[in-house]
């Protein structure tokens, strides 16, 4: 018991712990209160009251990511072009996945201040472009899990070869094992991440509007847990 509240106070310590946990929280509360609002045909004051905690915390959020963009930009110049060694595909990938990544917070931190009322202008069409960018950056990286996973199983048969002609490199089945269930975690949350980002574009865009707030909390939830393992279990996992 005490190793479990040490481990979430040291996860709650870090910034990128909290904010996992608020998100968790955020659309945990979201699914909550969307259930308890459908069953009592919207008269749920317990859902109701989720719904607009779900809501606060989303706009904390919003709120602290205005301190995101050095960061972002620090991660983006590491990795410039990606190593020379490395697939071509992945870095293309890669370096879109940063741009899209590096644009969408200025929108959104423009479209928060709108809302706001700290700058004069309207806040929907940068709601829209930051929506856009994240699910671009969203299906760039399901394209470079799947990318990945093509690599390490041609990696995988590549080893298996050497063995059969005498290489005494065995594979560690352990890392290997780990290694493809994060790419697959991943690409599980960036596309339930990618259904909700479509759901908050404008009318009339493939399934935009169409979620209720339960299901939106459940793809938001299913996400978010899944970027709270991968980050104790020592993976990496970004989610807005």
Known sequence: MASSVNGLVNILESYRGRDKVVRTLCYGSQL???VL???ASGRSEL???LLV???QLSQCRTVLRVFDDLSMYAYSRDYGLGAKDEDSALRCMSVLNNLADQLYYPCEHLAWAADAKVISTQSGKWWTLSTALWGISLLLGIMRSLRAIVLFKRKLK???????VGS???PNGMENWQQLCSEVFSILSSMADFANAVNWMPPGFLWAGKFPDWLVGLLGTTSSLIGLYQMCAGGSGSSV
């Open 32 to 34: 909550a209160g969307g």
């Open 37 to 39: 609002c459908q069953k």
């Open 47 to 49: 859902g109701k009251s």
């Open 53 to 55: 905690f779900s809501a």
């Open 158 to 164: 590549q080893r298996e070869r050497d063995r059969c």
């Open 168 to 170: 005494s490199e065995a």
